[in-house]
Structure formats: structure tokens, C-alpha cells
């Protein structure tokens, strides 16, 4: 079964840069787009990445994503981070009719 | 502006059913596929099942497969949730969420409606 692998949280400082790594068990990661979400606590999740690099409108353009085939990852980078950004962030891919989120890392901005 | 708002949660009996429902507002329902999201407390998010834009399709999880069953009414822009055969471990927020057109998904979530299953 296809599974995307996440770190379970990550830290930064504010106005730094952090990027988060989604790892997929296939190439089906690179077929296929993935899609960021961003769930802060008590709230509904929100996409932030669409086909693994673009942004919805209303996402700031520190919010970005990107794809490395070799290795069947992808990212989601935040620069000049915010406090308004700590908020758990899955990815999502998709594999023969199967939809799959990453298990969530939890960001800290501190 | 696109609104999703699910309906029906509640507490339940271990082996009950319940029908939660997600009425969509400010778009086309019938153009679009649409999937159910659920969150265990304190868990990350667990695909649950699609369904094509006319209805005629769909697939779920194997881990709800038999059990529940997606389906919509395109007339009354709405999804629905039929939930059989409820376990401890079906308990969570359960999410309808609109899947964008151009890639394999979400662009829009409901706000979600807690199921409780416990005796």
C-alpha cells in the first residue's frame, strides 16, 4: 500500500525558514501531485499547495512546494515564518484509486 | 463563496448506524466529485471515500468498505454519509470536502461533524 512519510514536528523561529518533508513509499509521488494542508487546532483543514507547487488564492507566497524525484519527495517550504503559521501540515497524494494523507507534522513557531 | 456544512453527528451504539449529510452552497455540486475526510481525536486525517460529480462512481477506504456508503443527491446539492455496523474506532470529525477539478485534491472542506460511538 502506498503511505507518505512526514516528520512528526519540526521547529523555527520566527521570520526563519522551515521546510517540511513528505516522503512517498513510491514513485506514485511523482506521478501524481500532492497537496498541502494546514489544520490549526480546533479548525477545519485548508490547502495551502495544490499539485505539488501551486497556491490557492489568499495563501501567501511564503508558503511553497516543490518535488525532488530523485528520492520520491516533496516539500512544503515557509519563509519568514509567522506564529499565525504553528498549525499541524499533511500532505496528500493519490495511488490507484486510493487517496493518502501523510500522518501530519506538527509546526512550532517559538 | 463556497460553503460545505456537514450535519448528523452524534453519539451512537457500538454496532448502530447514522446518515451524516453535507450541504453544499455557492457552487455547481453537480460539476464537481466529492470526497469524506474523518479525524480521530488527536489523529491526522484518514480518506474515507469518493464519489464521481453525477454519482455513478466511487471507491472507499478498506477500512470502511461494506460498512459505509457514499452517495449523493446532485437536485438538493448534497453528500451523504450512510455509516453501518459503528465501531469504538469509527469515532472522529468527519469532513465532506470538495475535490478540485484539475489534480487529485481538496480545494474546499466542510467544518466537520463529530460522531461518537459508545455505548
Known amino acids: 500500500n502506498f503511505m507518505l512519510t512526514q516528520p512528526h514536528s519540526v521547529s523555527e523561529s520566527p521570520g526563519k525558514t522551515v521546510t517540511i518533508s513528505c516522503t512517498g513509499s513510491s514513485d506514485s509521488i511523482v506521478s501524481n501531485f500532492v497537496q498541502w494542508y494546514q489544520q490549526r487546532p480546533g479548525s477545519a483543514p485548508t490547502t495551502v499547495i495544490y499539485e505539488s507547487k501551486r497556491r490557492p488564492s489568499g495563501v501567501p507566497d511564503r508558503f511553497s512546494g516543490s518535488i525532488d524525484s530523485s528520492s520520491n519527495t516533496a516539500s512544503l517550504t515557509i519563509s519568514g515564518l509567522k506564529t499565525e503559521d504553528e498549525a499541524v501540515y499533511y500532505c496528500q497524494s493519490y495511488d490507484s484509486a486510493t487517496w493518502v494523507f501523510g500522518g501530519g507534522t506538527e509546526l512550532t513557531v517559538l | 463563496e463556497v460553503h460545505l456544512v456537514e450535519s448528523g453527528g452524534g453519539l451512537v451504539q457500538p454496532g448502530g448506524s447514522l446518515r451524516l449529510s453535507c450541504a453544499a452552497s455557492?457552487?455547481?455540486?453537480?460539476?464537481?466529485?466529492m470526497n469524506w475526510v474523518r479525524q480521530a481525536p488527536g489523529k491526522g486525517l484518514e480518506w474515507l471515500s469518493y464519489?464521481?460529480?453525477?454519482?455513478?462512481?466511487?471507491y472507499a477506504a478498506d477500512s470502511v468498505k461494506g460498512r459505509f456508503t457514499t452517495s449523493r443527491d446532485n437536485a438538493k446539492s448534497s453528500l451523504y454519509l450512510q455509516m453501518n455496523s459503528l465501531r469504538a474506532e469509527d469515532t472522529a470529525v468527519y469532513y465532506c470536502?470538495?475535490?478540485?477539478?484539475?489534480?487529485?485534491?481538496?480545494?474546499?472542506w466542510g467544518q466537520g461533524t463529530l460522531v461518537t460511538v459508545s455505548s
Open positions: 464519489i464521481s460529480s453525477s454519482g455513478s462512481g466511487g
Open positions: 470536502a470538495r475535490v478540485r477539478d484539475t489534480s487529485f485534491g481538496v480545494d474546499y
Open positions: 455557492g457552487f455547481t455540486f453537480s460539476n464537481y466529485e
